[in-house]
């Protein structure tokens, strides 16, 4: 995806856009891959890869949400920061929380906000099962992208969930997980509101977005330690 693809592609999401929130991602690709030969952060690092794979890819869910309502958001699994530090660029009155275990991955995130000079992010260097136990009912939206499968997706993100708010899991091919997910539903007070399936552009790849709607406060003992979700889903 050439520059112009990703705007012309951008301008179809309604996505506003002008020269800072392009002049940040084209500074975002340079960190990325400059960081990326010291720490692996990414297998993608063809710049037109990253454009449409990571940057075009994380804003996909203004399918899913309109952004511009949302005040909180909590990026669970960000990684090298897709997708929130993308949606921070483009929504910059996001007050965005980023949570990894992988310090390495915070190290960079900590360098990339400082060189793009975005404010209101907050990186939490915490399992999420860990920071969920004290932070339960915070936030208008979380997200997830490609972290792990739904079941697993649903008990850690959803108790972080406010009431009558939104957990959106960016995925590949749901078709299967999706059948699996009633019980953490009906136990964590979730009820799935839309999927969303569609091709990226150009290479066409299956993209899910997998919409939930937290519709009752979490109930207590959950989210359980990570073993015995991984171990014994719900």
Do not use: W
């Amino acid at each position: 995806m050439t520059k112009e693809e990703f705007i012309l592609e951008l301008k179809k999401l309604n996505i506003n856009i002008d020269d800072d929130k392009l002049n940040k991602l084209e500074k975002y690709y340079q960190i990325l891959v400059d960081e990326n030969a010291k720490t692996n952060l990414t297998a993608i690092t063809k710049k037109e890869d990253v454009y449409l794979k990571h940057f075009y890819d994380s804003l996909t869910i203004v399918k899913a949400i309109d952004l511009n309502s949302i005040n909180n958001l909590l990026d669970v699994g960000s990684g090298a920061g897709f997708p929130g530090i993308v949606l921070k660029i483009f929504y910059p009155h996001l007050a965005l929380d980023i949570i990894d275990s992988n310090n390495k991955k915070i190290k960079f995130l900590n360098t990339l906000i400082k060189k793009l000079k975005l404010d209101n992010v907050k990186l939490i260097h915490d399992r999420v099962e860990a920071y969920a136990l004290n932070n339960k009912d915070k936030y208008d939206l979380v997200i997830a992208r490609a972290v792990a499968n739904l079941n697993t997706l649903i008990e850690l993100c959803l108790p972080l969930t406010k009431k009558d708010c939104y957990f959106i899991a960016l995925k590949g091919n749901v078709n299967e997980e999706i059948q699996t997910i009633t019980n953490e539903l009906n136990i964590l007070n979730g009820k799935l509101d839309k999927v969303i399936q569609f091709n990226l552009p150009i290479e066409k790849s299956l993209r899910n977005i997998v919409k939930i709607k937290k519709i009752d406060n979490t109930p207590a003992g959950y989210p359980r330690p990570y073993d015995k979700i991984k171990k014994k889903p719900l």
